[in-house]
């Protein structure tokens, strides 16, 4: 590590230190990405000599895995936001940047114009108890009070901000019928009453890496621009069958396959929900198939995808490498967290390859919206 000193003005490290405070970092971290942040921009293909497709922003970010989705599609990320200082290490490491923290203290003010807005947002439920009070008063309410308290709503209220072309929201395929169907109804509701146009569906990775992992998409795309004329579809699944040993790792450490212990009590513990009739226990897992859902879990046993490993010998885990292979990420992909965190973020993290091909399609869809809504405005007028 090459070091160099520089001289600054009591304004200057002053604001430095109070930069790095709100991010939770020592002012020489902070030094250190806000220079990576300045080379990268400068390397950038579409820096100076052309712009890049469009724009975005990335909200609740994880690692980056639908900054990446995105990138491929030729878009610039121009914000991110993400609280877990492990997640915000990761990315650091793979982007030069550190996202911004806690959303829920974010002005929209401060968010740059963007095409798209990205956000993997935690399904809540919403409270009523606002709604009511204001009701029970005689208080008119606005549409976003269905949803305060939520991380949604700050979503939301980004998007009721800065007026973004159209976003990609992304969550576990459950949001749907999450408290009896009522948090999706008002997802949908609110983006539709903020002049989005929906498009929803239910989309699996297991076309894309060998892993069943089924996660909703809601696509919206602002009505003011395009009218309700975008031509969006969902990306037809490549027709292809990933087989698990495709992504394995050919030298394993010893460290990664089960202990006696623990492999005879995930045994006994299957054996027992077996006995009662539940369908509780470890994965064993195919290699010329494809995997159960990776979960931020992971870390604590691996017992919902293990490895075989032949004839006397216990299964074993996947690697931290293995797991980024399993969600699509490139082996260029850095991984520099320890093993517990790793598994959470990869668990916690989006099928790569699946996010880049919804963001072509929004795109296109964008690119001929345009064309189709620039006609009818000028046949609108003649």
Known sequence: MKQIHIKLDEELHRKLKLQSEVQGISIQDYVHAALHQIIREAEMPYSSSRKPRFTFIDLFAGIGGMRLGFESAGGQCVFTSEWDKYAQKTYYSNFGEIPKGDITKIDASSIPDHDILVAGFPCQPFSIA???????????????????????????????????RAFLLENVKNLKTHDKGRTFRIICETLSKLGYSLHVNVLDGKYYV????????????????YMGLEGFEFPTPPDNSPRLRDILEENVEERYTLTDK?????????????????????????????TRTLSARYYKDGSEILIPQGEG????????????????????????????????????????????????????AMECSEITSSSYLATSVM
């Open 130 to 164: 606002g709604v009511s009070k204001k009701n029970s008063l005689g208080r008119a309410h606005g549409f976003l009070d269905q949803t305060q308290g939520t991380l949604f709503f700050d979503v939301a209220r980004i998007i009721q901000a800065k007026r973004p």
């Open 313 to 364: 010998k216990n299964p074993r885990k996947l690697t931290p490498r293995e797991c980024a292979r399993l969600q699509g990420f490139p082996d260029s992909f850095k991984i520099t967290v320890s093993d517990t965190q790793a598994y959470k973020q990869f668990g916690n993290s989006v099928v790569v390859p699946l996010i880049r091909d919804i963001a072509k399609q929004m795109v296109l």
């Open 262 to 290: 623990l492999w005879n009590y995930l045994q006994q513990y299957a054996e027992k929900h077996k006995a009662k009739g539940n369908g509780f226990g470890y994965g064993l897992a195919d290699l010329d198939g494809i």
């Open 210 to 225: 060998p892993q069943h992992r089924e996660r909703i998409f809601i696509v919206g795309f602002d009505m003011n621009v």
